[in-house]
């Protein structure tokens, strides 16, 4: 198993163009999250998705969407970019719902770059 | 809101050095926490959780539920503990159930 999957690895946008990000979480591993991380700061929670619903959202704009599909693998999605949105973007996969017994393994990330 | 602090971004020790990492929580439940790391060019993985009490290559972890703290340690430090260590804590309920909040990192590196 390759492991949490992410594409692309790198991407330069305009302001103001859309961009989607993908994942493809280890196999078996039904809850998605997707995380932002700024340089210099630790990762901050966008979604988390279990079984195809969200379950989880933190405190980002309604600019940011996700998706899960039936296979499991999952969309970001990030309308009208801001250069504010430059970023490494992680996605993480677990067998269940994330809590305290379970661990979430972790992609390489998606560098953004926003000019 | 929960937030974690990791008070130091840099921490410098000499191989075979006891070496501590910060990590202060503010949690309103009964806290679940964990530490990752980031090797160099490598993804970010788990390193323990607090909620089986493990050791893993060395490094333990307390939870202070008075001091709300839970740091990191290891007694002798070894060169290829030099990475990036995060303290993360996860929402174990509500709305935001799953989101694991996560410190802003503290570098350590240990010197020969």
């Known amino acids: 198993d390759a492991g949490v999957t992410q594409s692309p690895t790198h991407l330069i946008k305009t302001r103001g163009q859309h961009v989607t990000l993908r994942c493809s979480p280890i196999?078996?591993?039904?809850?998605v999250s997707w995380y932002q991380q700024v340089l210099g700061q630790g990762p901050q929670f966008i979604f988390q998705?279990?079984?195809?619903?969200?379950?989880g959202r933190g405190n980002f704009p309604d600019r940011f969407s996700a998706r899960q599909f039936p296979n499991y693998s999952s969309e970001l999605n990030v309308n009208a970019l801001l250069l504010g949105d430059s970023a490494l973007y992680l996605c993480?996969?677990?067998?269940?719902?994330?809590?305290?017994?379970?661990?979430?393994?972790f992609g390489q990330g998606t560098r953004l770059t926003v000019v | 809101a929960q937030r974690v602090t990791q008070p130091e971004k840099l921490l410098s020790v000499f191989k075979g050095a006891p070496v501590e990492l910060k990590c202060n929580y503010s949690?309103?439940?009964?806290?679940?926490l964990f530490w990752y790391v980031q090797y160099s060019r490598q993804r970010l993985q788990l390193l323990l959780r607090?909620?089986s009490r493990e050791s893993i290559k060395g490094f333990t972890a307390d939870l202070n539920k008075g001091e709300t703290s839970f740091h990191l340690k290891k007694p002798f430090a070894q060169e290829e503990d030099s990475a990036m260590y995060y303290c993360a804590l996860v929402n174990a309920g509500g709305t935001s159930y799953g989101k694991l909040t996560f410190g802003q990192g503290t570098i350590l590196t240990v010197h020969p």
């Open positions: 993480a996969s677990s067998s269940t719902r994330q809590g305290g017994d379970t661990e979430a393994f």
């Open positions: 196999s078996g591993h039904k809850s």
């Open positions: 998705y279990y079984e195809k619903e969200e379950r």
């Open positions: 607090h909620i």
């Open positions: 949690y309103s439940g009964s806290p679940e």
